[in-house]
């Protein structure tokens, strides 16, 4: 393999991992917090919709990516509404989001659009830039290996490179502040939270309002970036494959990215390797490798890749005994 | 006074689902508003799309026999106190069960043998493809919410390998295996009826209805009228109790789920059998969310779970006639509506229980006669 299919390979790694990245990030410290997140892929489609609608409407990039924010936070709060102050099923009510924006943004769409459910393709204008192009064409003419690298990781749009920084960030959210703290044991011992004064629903809601920018963010990479427009059911099972790299990665941001880093390998990596032979095993069928995602994380769900802890809370409304 | 904050059962059983049903309307009827068309308009004909015609009521039908077995399949999951999100990829796995066998018998061996063996497979398929999360959940803790998702995405891909790689014709360019034999071929209701000298339009309605109405039957006598349904309960109910009084919490594990995923595998037989007589991809497409929608607003009893299913089939047939009709219409505003229904009565489903008691007992207190004095 050349240099030039490596970094095309790189290339197309980053870019179809980052929705999984952001949906990860969010589903890590929704989860962190204790309220189980199955929502992330109706909200990832909400937000793609809303941030392809605004655009083509309004045309203007800050304000669609805003609006997609505003309703991933909103469906974020609707879900701790349900779940966290009326102690809802919070399985159930992820599957309701999805479900609804599922069916709502098709709704919508044809009958803002009339185009089957697809937003109009948007002009360059208002699509997210690509970075770092002039450095990219700059190493075109580096030795073998640098220009691997350059063409897999320069020139991509801003927004791949933001949810690589957002790891280091939620990381260090989680691990070296006293907000990440909190939300940390609200997700492991809810009960000593409670009796240290400090409230238990405040923490959740801002682990999911959170939870909410990070998806919208994801849906308007979808809609903004990666396609031309928002296309009925674009995120085609993204929100589950995201939640299953976190699961994968131990409900750690770092492990999180390596999983999604894996799952969009091996999606980027599924078509060229269809029908070439790999050394001891033969020929691969494609869905095999579609499959492998969802394998590898009950794999490892089943405690065959080491142990996965979940926190200890999580999935458990709680309730303040009087 | 009042006697706390208890509903009764009659309010808890009958009124609620009623009320979260309604919330559900009301939120779809301003959607339908905001997409500009009128909600009283769309109502009615989706009433008469749905039960308007012979042919209506048969699609009604049809829909209804695939929503009955998964819901109650999610159900079954439910009394033991477990999720089984996974009534898609158990459905997938019934439909090739049922292909299977029929691929392989049913071009010579006659109806009678075959369709009882295909019943079978379909079952045994879908009771297989869930003893696996469950065998993972009762062994290794794993979480079988997240597994049985896993798991329909791996079905999905297992299915679009058989097809494609394996069964599918040589020279035919559509994704679905060749036709089955005579012996496949589960008698439709409109064949039937016509035997009988009852005219009858054509309609995917088959004999599968039958074996729906004996499977909720069949869950009601199990589940509240059985030993091993009292233990199954008992585990969902009261896991600690009934492992001090000696129920092994594994083994039921394993019995429900592997009972869900043999009712959601029998959607196999009502698409793959009755209706298509071949394999194809897509033969399930949110029947399981269905089911779990279906299940949610039934309050897991069979009786209920009929019932909704017969409301989300004439949803599904009355928004399939609407789509003809209104242009603006699409069937997703049948699947937003699902949502709806799986939001209000399942996630915020005890949301208006507090305030409903909270009427009701003022209602009755009105109503109360006076205590005598002196």
Request: charged share 10%; proline share 5%.
């Amino acid at each position: 393999m050349d240099d030039v299919a490596v970094g095309t390979l790189i290339a197309s790694t980053l870019r179809v991992s980052t929705p999984l990245i952001l949906c990860a990030l969010a589903a890590c410290l929704s989860e962190r917090s204790g309220v189980i997140d199955l929502g992330l892929e109706g909200k990832m489609l909400l937000t793609a919709f809303a941030a392809g609608a605004a655009a083509a409407v309004i045309g203007s990039l800050p304000l669609a990516m805003a609006l997609a924010v505003v309703v991933g936070v909103a469906l974020s709060m609707l879900h701790g509404y349900a779940c966290v102050s009326h102690r809802g099923d919070q399985v159930v009510m992820g599957m309701a989001i999805t479900m609804t924006a599922a069916g709502l943004t098709v709704v919508l769409g044809i009958a803002w659009f009339h185009q089957g459910g697809q937003t109009p393709a948007l002009p360059d204008a208002v699509r997210l830039a690509p970075w770092f192009t002039a450095s990219a064409d700059f190493l075109r003419d580096a030795p073998t290996g640098l220009r691997a690298l350059a063409t897999g990781l320069l020139g991509h749009n801003g927004m791949v490179y933001v949810a690589l920084l957002l790891v280091p960030a939620v990381w260090w959210l989680l691990a070296r502040t006293r907000f990440g703290l909190r939300l940390r044991a609200a997700g492991e011992n809810p009960a000593m939270v409670d009796a240290a004064g400090v409230s238990v629903q405040a923490l959740r809601y801002g682990a999911l309002a959170l939870n909410g920018v990070l998806c919208a963010l994801a849906g308007c990479y979808l809609v903004l970036a990666q396609n031309p427009s928002f296309i009925p059911h674009m995120t085609a099972g993204r929100g589950y494959m995201a939640l299953a790299a976190m699961i994968f990665g131990k409900w750690q941001p770092l492990g999180a990215l390596l999983a999604c880093l894996l799952f969009g390998f091996l999606d980027a990596a599924a078509i060229r390797l269809q029908g070439a032979p790999l050394p001891l095993i033969g020929a691969v069928p494609v869905q095999a490798i579609q499959a492998l995602p969802y394998v590898l994380t009950v794999v490892l769900l089943a405690g065959f890749i080491g142990r996965a802890r979940a926190p200890k809370a999580l999935g458990v409304p709680y309730a303040k005994t009087h | 006074m009042s006697s706390g904050h208890e509903l009764p059962r009659w309010l808890d059983l009958g009124v609620l689902p009623l009320f979260n049903l309604a919330l559900a309307l009301l939120v779809c009827g301003i959607v339908v508003l905001v997409i500009g068309l009128d909600p009283g308009q769309v109502l009615s004909l989706l009433a008469k799309g749905a039960f308007g015609s012979r042919m209506g009521i048969s699609y009604t039908l049809y829909y209804a026999t695939t929503f009955v077995f998964t819901g109650l399949a999610v159900a079954v999951a439910f009394h033991g106190g477990l999720f089984n999100i996974g009534g898609e990829g158990q459905a997938m796995l019934g439909g090739i069960g049922t292909a299977l066998v029929a691929l392989a018998l049913a071009d010579h061996w006659p109806a009678w043998l075959v369709l009882p063996l295909m019943t079978l497979a379909a079952a045994a398929f879908g009771l297989a493809w869930a003893a696996v999360p469950a065998a993972l959940q009762a062994w290794r803790g794993s979480h079988v919410v997240i597994t049985t998702i896993m798991f329909n995405f791996i079905a999905s891909a297992l299915l679009s390998w058989l097809l494609i790689n394996v069964l599918k014709e040589p020279g035919n360019m559509t994704v679905e295996s060749r036709s089955f034999g005579p012996g496949a071929h589960v008698p439709a209701v409109h064949e039937v009826l016509g035997a009988l000298g009852i005219e009858w339009p054509r309609s995917p309605l088959n004999l599968s209805v039958l074996l729906a109405a004996a499977s909720a039957a069949l869950v009601y006598l199990l589940v509240w009228r059985t030993r091993p349904g009292y233990m199954l309960r008992a585990v969902g109910f009261a896991p600690e109790a009934a492992r001090y009084a000696g129920i092994g919490p594994r083994a039921q594990v394993m019995f429900s789920m592997m009972l869900s995923g043999a009712f959601a595998g029998l959607v196999g037989i009502n698409e793959v059998a009755g209706v298509h007589g071949r394999l194809l991809l897509d033969y399930v497409v949110g029947a399981g969310f269905a089911g779990i929608a279906v299940s949610l607003i039934g309050r897991n009893h069979p009786v209920g779970i009929v019932l909704a299913s017969l409301l989300f089939g004439a949803l599904y047939q009355g928004g399939a006639e609407l789509a003809f009709e209104i242009p603006g219409f699409s069937r997703d505003m049948v699947f937003t509506l699902q949502g709806l229904i799986v939001l209000f009565s399942g996630a915020m489903a005890q949301v208006a229980a507090p305030t409903l008691a909270r009427a009701w007992f003022a209602i009755e207190r009105r109503l109360a006669p006076r205590p005598a004095h002196g």
